[in-house]
């Protein structure tokens, strides 16, 4: 038997319970599939570790999941600090040091969840966002001076390298490849952003010319914002800067339903780190404690590990149990409309994942 070593990270708000899902959910398909089996190591890193220590996590945090064959990541964020403490010092010291510079976001609307579009279901959205995770809008280059004074001044400065935007797009090219629809499109704002925006543009030129199957287009990011919405099917495959795809694909997920359903890899494709693997959803103290959390998007994140980890046929199993209990509106959270708990959804995956034909 095969046993993958996980690093499990809740971090913040509802993070600790859709993780803690997560972590039953995957026991489960181990049992059921016999083959594979999951060590995981818990972290206890977060707001609330940052207010006993002055950091979100230890010194020397990522040495102690260096080994890791994934990270199975809950959420940062935390009402009593502020938002870029939490992310710089947790979700992107890990993303950044480990070299994870591929986010790839599936999207589909899955059975038995109706998208706020109307007339769309998962034939006419079935997307993959990929999104730069390493430099652009998030490289932290920047600074502010004069603080507090009329002369204050605060820059963030979009930092892209050509090797950076080459091997994010050429990912994203091999992605599209690989998708029945072999189908491209690479979003900038180079209308206005008149230097690294037309680089990508260029750089996209130049690596489409490796994939003569792939058809793409190119669209400014307003644009594409307005295609997602009045025309969906003619989308399959698309690639953005950091800043560019963090927005599109909360829009996605909301097209497709919920952002509770909705799943994230980070990948350092090479494997010379652990990937991780995140719902998209945020800590969301509005519903912390409350048993209410959709775990859907940690259960899909788990399928993109499983497939990283070259588990297809496990990953696929517990894709089809996910989607029998989506298409059960029992199994509906707040979120989707339903009453169902966090608790009813994971025993109903688990079941699921049990029974005949999954």
Not at 28 to 46: M, Q, S, T, V
Request: aromatic share 6%.
């Amino acid at each position: 038997m095969k046993t993958y070593a996980i690093a499990a990270i809740p971090g913040d708000g509802i993070g600790t319970e859709v993780v803690a899902a997560g972590v039953e959910v995957l026991n489960a398909l181990a049992r059921r599939d016999g083959g594979i089996g999951f060590k995981f190591d818990h972290f206890d890193w977060g707001g609330e570790y940052y207010k006993k220590h002055g950091r979100m996590m230890p010194d020397n945090g990522r040495d102690m999941i260096r080994k890791h064959d994934a990270i199975l990541f809950g959420s940062a964020g935390h009402p009593d600090i502020p938002d870029h403490i939490t992310l710089w010092g947790l979700r992107l010291a890990i993303c950044q040091p480990f070299d994870q510079y591929a986010n790839v976001r599936p999207t589909r609307v899955l059975p038995g969840i109706t998208s706020p579009l109307r007339n769309v279901s998962g034939k006419e959205l079935d997307w993959v966002i990929v999104r730069e995770n390493s430099e652009g809008e998030y490289a932290g280059v920047g600074g502010r001076v004069h603080q507090g004074s009329p002369l204050e001044a605060a820059t963030d400065v979009s930092m892209f390298t050509r090797v950076g935007v080459e091997r994010i797009i050429r990912f994203a090219f091999r992605l599209a490849q690989s998708r029945p629809r072999k189908l491209l499109t690479v979003v900038t704002k180079s209308n206005a952003q008149r230097h690294a925006m037309v680089m990508w543009d260029e750089i996209a030129v130049q690596v489409a010319a490796e994939f003569k199957d792939v058809t793409w287009d190119k669209m400014l990011v307003d644009a594409m914002t307005m295609r997602m919405v009045m025309r969906p099917e003619s989308i399959d495959t698309v690639v953005a800067t950091n800043l560019h795809a963090d927005i599109l694909s909360d829009l996605a997920a909301a097209l497709a339903g919920s952002l509770g359903i909705a799943p994230t890899a980070n990948l350092n494709p090479e494997r010379a780190f652990p990937s991780m693997f995140e719902p998209i959803h945020g800590s969301a103290f509005d519903i912390m404690g409350k048993g209410v959390a959709n775990p859907i998007g940690t259960f899909w994140s788990a399928v993109m590990m499983l497939e990283h980890l070259g588990e297809k046929g496990a990953g696929d199993r517990l894709m089809r149990a996910i989607e029998r209990v989506t298409a059960d509106k029992r199994f509906h959270t707040p979120d989707l409309g339903g009453k169902a708990r966090t608790a009813d959804v994971t025993a109903a995956v688990v079941d699921a994942i049990h029974g005949a034909n999954v």
